[in-house]
């Protein structure tokens, strides 16, 4: 048990719609990651959050955002869903810079 | 942008023997990250390599890094079926605080009794 909580473990969903991802950090983490894995794009970075800032971008597209709060938990927003966003949500935490990510046990999205 | 590259893509291999999973990289990065995924399984971190000629030994595992050549290998030794995995690299992109990650396209393990 790596310590990060991802919720929920399945979700289902048709195209067009809106749904929340959710993540609890290790305790002690004050950073946040998320990840998208899917079988075409392999494990593609979305963006990091440091102690509520964000710190980092990547591959995120227009209609995903994120936030973190002040009790260090972290939403992953997908709106607008197409087919092609079906995938595993890994979220992730670390200590700082040098320490390993530990991730969490993801979140399968599927829209349908 | 920076590429990472994992070979073989697909590895079959009986027990008992060795190999190498290689993992290339673009751009200058000092920090390598190897880490383990069981099917439908989250990602379990193996290494943590933060300097050239970095190498680091678990069991039947061992990493080691190469910076000038952006190169950094997996080596099994004697391998088991335990070992059966999907592997993945990793390096970080970001430096300083930040950990962003570029994981490479991972190797599939299938140790055979």
């Known amino acids: 048990d790596s310590g990060v909580t991802q919720t929920p473990k399945h979700l289902i969903t048709a195209t067009g719609q809106r749904v929340t991802l959710r993540c609890s950090p290790r305790?002690?983490?004050?950073?946040v990651y998320w990840y998208q894995q899917s079988l075409d794009q392999g494990l593609q970075f979305l963006i990091q959050y440091y102690n509520g800032e964000e710190r980092a971008k990547g591959n995120i597209l227009e209609r995903f955002s994120a936030q973190q709060f002040p009790d260090l938990h972290s939403e992953l927003n997908l709106s607008s869903l197409e087919l092609g966003d079906s995938a595993l949500y890994f979220c992730?935490?670390?200590?700082?810079?040098?320490?390993?990510?530990?991730f969490g046990n993801g979140t399968r999205l599927t829209v349908t | 942008e920076l590429k990472v590259e994992q070979n073989p893509l697909f590895l079959s291999m009986q027990e008992g023997k060795n190999y190498t999973i290689y993992c290339n990289y673009s751009t200058t990065s000092d920090r390598l990250y190897w880490y383990r995924q069981d099917p439908g399984k989250s990602l379990e971190s193996l290494f943590v390599l933060l300097s050239n000629g970095a190498v680091k030994q678990e069991g039947r595992l061992m990493a080691s890094l190469d910076t000038k050549a952006r190169l950094s290998t997996l080596h099994i030794t004697a391998a088991v079926h335990d070992l059966s995995a999907t592997y993945f690299c990793a390096v970080d992109w970001g430096g300083g605080a930040t950990n962003k990650l570029i994981f490479g396209t991972g190797t599939l393990l299938a140790v055979q009794p």
């Open positions: 992730a935490s670390s200590v700082y810079g040098y320490s390993p990510l530990h």
């Open positions: 305790s002690g983490d004050l950073s």
